[in-house]
């Protein structure tokens, strides 16, 4: 029995397309679908068949309008556990029946289908059933492969859904909050902040003894005793400054 996925291409129980199923199962078998490109609106292969040179196969379809988009991005954006495995690489849960409630389908009726091989067969000839065979194959690498021929990639599907919640997220703020939160500031100054107590440090070269020479040291003293008394002048320095007042604090920070 002939099973969905050819009968979307126009493979019927006809003998004489069920002689060409076989044919093109040989091929994809075999490898003889060399390559696969999906872009919006089509998808472009190259099959070898029985001459030297390979087929060059493609397969379009239209691609879905924005607005059918940005429908299927409304209903993936209600459920986190939709975006999650958008964002894991991974096609939605029941993402056929998501697009059943929107009376869309990732996957083209015959008639959606527009055909060519340079084999010149009737089609769907016997290199596009191998290169629509391969694409089921693919897909398990590749979900999104069939949302690119329609129009969207997966990241392109993620950066509309996410404008789509930023905008909620504007629209459900009134005017009134989003004038509020633009204008707010600091309540108290920050010289006003009373700042706690500085600890006396039992020794400014503590660290630098802790830590010893850097790798590759090859100075002519210790790191410690080349460095010690500009850290000590440094420390002083450091507490004779936190020890003026706050006048002399603001001074020093406009003249800095």
């Known amino acids: 029995m002939m099973d969905t996925w050819l009968r ?3 493979v019927d129980d006809s003998q004489q397309l069920r002689r060409r199923r076989r044919d093109a199962e040989r091929l994809r078998a075999a490898g003889r679908v060399m390559s696969i490109r999906a872009v919006a609106g089509r998808i472009e292969g190259r099959v070898q068949g029985s001459h030297a040179r390979p087929h060059l196969v493609e397969l379009g379809v239209d691609e879905w309008q924005p607005e059918q988009w940005r429908a299927v991005s409304a209903v993936l954006g209600q459920q986190a556990r939709h975006y999650a495995r958008l964002l894991a690489g991974q096609l939605p849960e029941q993402f056929t029946e998501v697009l059943e409630t929107l ?4 996957v083209p009726q015959p008639e959606e289908w527009r055909m060519a091989c ?3 067969a009737p089609a769907p000839c016997v290199h596009q059933i191998a290169l629509w065979l391969q694409i089921r194959e693919q897909m398990e690498d590749d979900p999104y492969l069939l949302p690119r021929v329609r129009g969207r990639s997966r ?3 993620l950066a509309e859904i996410r404008d789509r919640m930023a905008d909620e997220t504007r629209d459900s ?3 009134e ?3 509020a939160r633009a204008r707010s500031g600091p309540e108290v100054a920050p010289w006003d902040v009373s700042l706690p107590a500085v600890r006396a440090v039992r020794s400014a070269v503590l660290p630098l003894q802790m830590l010893g020479d850097p790798p590759g040291w090859a100075g002519p ?3 410690t005793a080349l460095f010690a008394p500009l850290i000590v002048t440094a420390a002083q320095r450091a507490g004779a400054l936190l020890d003026d007042d706050h006048e002399s604090d603001r001074g020093s920070a406009d003249v800095l």
Not at 103 to 106: G, K, V
């Open 8 to 10: 979307a291409i126009g």
């Open 103 to 106: 009376s869309l389908s990732l």
């Open 118 to 120: 340079t084999c010149a």
């Open 155 to 157: 990241e392109q599907l």
């Open 173 to 175: 703020m009134s005017l």
């Open 177 to 179: 909050q989003f004038g």
């Open 221 to 223: 003293a210790s790191a």
